[in-house]
């Protein structure tokens, strides 16, 4: 898996500059504020095509992250806002031999 994140705390200077995260899934999911499974404010809304946006909220931490999940269910991007930055993710999944990811 690629991440491809985009940081800024000042959107009036635009998303930011993209740098790849070298980090493995698991570890990338352990630093997520949805890691622990417990989600106070949570809901699924149709997206672009066949994908689905799942979104999140964390207001006791003034977070929201907004998860595109592919066909698949697999997360496409990722959108986390806190009080101080906007954070954008893109992922890349390697495909396997049979041409699945």
């Known amino acids: 898996m690629a991440v491809y994140e985009r940081?800024?705390?000042d959107?009036?200077?635009g998303p930011g500059t993209p740098h790849q995260i070298p980090v493995g899934g698991a570890r990338f999911l352990s630093a997520e504020p949805y890691a622990g499974g417990v989600v106070p404010v949570a809901d699924?809304?149709?997206g672009a095509g066949e994908e689905h946006l799942l979104l999140?909220?964390?207001p006791a931490d003034s977070i929201t992250v907004a998860l595109t999940l592919?066909?698949?269910g697999?997360?496409?991007r990722e959108t986390?806002?806190?009080p101080r930055h906007l954070i954008t993710l893109a992922f890349a999944y390697p495909e396997t031999a049979d041409g699945t990811r």
């Open 7 to 9: 940081v800024t705390s």
């Open 11 to 13: 959107t009036g200077r």
């Open 44 to 46: 699924l809304a149709p």
């Open 56 to 58: 999140l909220g964390f």
């Open 80 to 82: 986390l806002t806190d």
């Open 74 to 76: 697999q997360i496409a």
């Open 70 to 72: 592919d066909a698949s």
